[in-house]
C-alpha cells in the first residue's frame, strides 16, 4: 500500500522523469499533474495506468486533501513562489534545482517550510548516485585520510540540440551556468569535503561558437573555494562544451586520491605506480532519466513515515549548496573574492 500522493507542477521533461521514479518506489504514487498546457485526466490516467487528475491552476490542486507531497518541476525562475505556496498548503515538498535563483528567495522558502513544518527534499539527486555514495564510503572509512584538496568539475555542451536550451540561455532563468547545472558537481564537492567554506573566487568566460551565441551569461565558470580546515577545492561548471558529457572527480588525501573511479591507498597498500578500480555506474548523462531520482525519492518517503528530515539533500543541505553558488557568482560579477557567512 502506497501512503503519499504525489502532485506534480509542471509537466515537461523533467516531470517526467520524477513521475517514473515516484510511481516505481515502494511508497509513492502520483495522483495529479498541474501544467499550464492542458492534459486530460482521461489522457493521464490511460498513459500511467492509474487514476490521475489533471489541473491548469495550482490552488485547485494544492487544496486537494488527498495530496501529500508537491513536487517542483516547473521552469526555475518560478520553482521559488510554487514552493512556498505548496508548503503553505501543508504539502511536503520535492524541489528540482536550483531551489531559486536568488538568496531573498531562498530565504523566503526556507521561512516558508519552516512555518509550515513540513519536509523536504532537493534533487541534487548525483548524491545518490553509486558514484558517489561509493566515493563517499571510501572517505568515511578513511582510505584516504584527510583530504587537502578537490576538485569536480562539470562538463555538459547545453547547446540547440538539448531540450534546456530553450530556457537555460536566458539569465531569468538559467541564472548562471553553476546554478543552471554546474551546481551539481559543487553539491558533490561539499559532498566529499565538508560545508564549512570561507571563501570562494570565481571568473567566468564564454566560447565563441555560434551554437551557444544565445547565452546570455558566462556558459564557462571556475570556481575556488577556501575551506575552515586549510583545504582548497575547485569546481568548473562549463555548458559550452563540444565533448561527451563528463563529470571529472579528482580528490587528493593523506593517504591516497581517488581520480573518477580509480583510486590508491596506502592504508590498503595498493601501488602508487598503477591505479586500482572501484566498480560503479559513473555519472555519464545528463539525462534525467538516468539520474538516480527513485533511490532519493525512495529515502525521502522513507524519512517522512518516520518523521525524520530527509538524508544527504534536505533543504536546509541544499541551502548551503545555493548559498556558496551565489556567492561564487558576485565573487565572478566583482571580479574578486567573497568570504562566505556561515548564516545557515
Known amino acids: 500500500m502506497k501512503n503519499f500522493n504525489v502532485g506534480i507542477i509542471g509537466y515537461g521533461w523533467a516531470a517526467s522523469a520524477h513521475i517514473a521514479a515516484i510511481n516505481a518506489t515502494t511508497a509513492g504514487q502520483v495522483s495529479a499533474i498541474c501544467s499550464a498546457r492542458k492534459v486530460a485526466s482521461e489522457e493521464l490516467s490511460a498513459r500511467y495506468g492509474r487514476p490521475m487528475r489533471s489541473y491548469t491552476a495550482l490552488e485547485e490542486m494544492l487544496e486537494d486533501p488527498e495530496i501529500n507531497v508537491v513536487s517542483v518541476c516547473g521552469l526555475p525562475d518560478r520553482h521559488a513562489d510554487q514552493a512556498v505556496r505548496a508548503a503553505r498548503a501543508g504539502k511536503h515538498l520535492i524541489i528540482e534545482k536550483p531551489v531559486c535563483l536568488t538568496p531573498k528567495d531562498l530565504t523566503r522558502v526556507l521561512q516558508a517550510v519552516d512555518k509550515a513544518a ?22 568515511d572509512q578513511g582510505l584516504l585520510g584527510k583530504l587537502h584538496y578537490g576538485e569536480i568539475d562539470y562538463y555538459h555542451g547545453i547547446g540547440p540540440w538539448y531540450g534546456q536550451f530553450r530556457w537555460n540561455t536566458k539569465k531569468a532563468q538559467g541564472g548562471s551556468a553553476l546554478l543552471s547545472a554546474g551546481c551539481h558537481a559543487l553539491d558533490a564537492l561539499l559532498f566529499c569535503m565538508g560545508n564549512e567554506v570561507i571563501e570562494v573566487m570565481s571568473a567566468g568566460t564564454k566560447s565563441v561558437g555560434k551554437a551557444f551565441a544565445p547565452y546570455e551569461y558566462p556558459s564557462t565558470s571556475v570556481t575556488i573555494l577556501k575551506f575552515k580546515n586549510g583545504a582548497i577545492g ?9 565533448q561527451p558529457y563528463y563529470f571529472h572527480t579528482h580528490l587528493v588525501g593523506s593517504k591516497g586520491s581517488l581520480l573518477d573511479n580509480r583510486f590508491h591507498s596506502s592504508e590498503l597498500k595498493t601501488s602508487k605506480e598503477n591505479w586500482s578500480t572501484l566498480a560503479f555506474k559513473p555519472l555519464d548523462s545528463g539525462d534525467v532519466s538516468d539520474h538516480p531520482y527513485q533511490t532519493q525519492f525512495e529515502a525521502f518517503f522513507n524519512a517522512l513515515e518516520a518523521g ?7 533543504l536546509r543541505e541544499a541551502a548551503r549548496t545555493h548559498d556558496l553558488i551565489f556567492a561564487a557568482d558576485r565573487s565572478a560579477a566583482l571580479g574578486r573574492p567573497v568570504k562566505i557567512s556561515q548564516r545557515r
Open 234 to 242: 575547485k569546481c568548473t561548471a562549463c555548458i559550452d562544451c563540444l
Open 118 to 139: 513540513v519536509k523536504a527534499c532537493v534533487c541534487f539527486e548525483c548524491r545518490f548516485s553509486s558514484q558517489f555514495l561509493a566515493t563517499k564510503a571510501l572517505l
Open 308 to 314: 525524520r528530515d530527509m538524508p544527504l539533500t534536505s
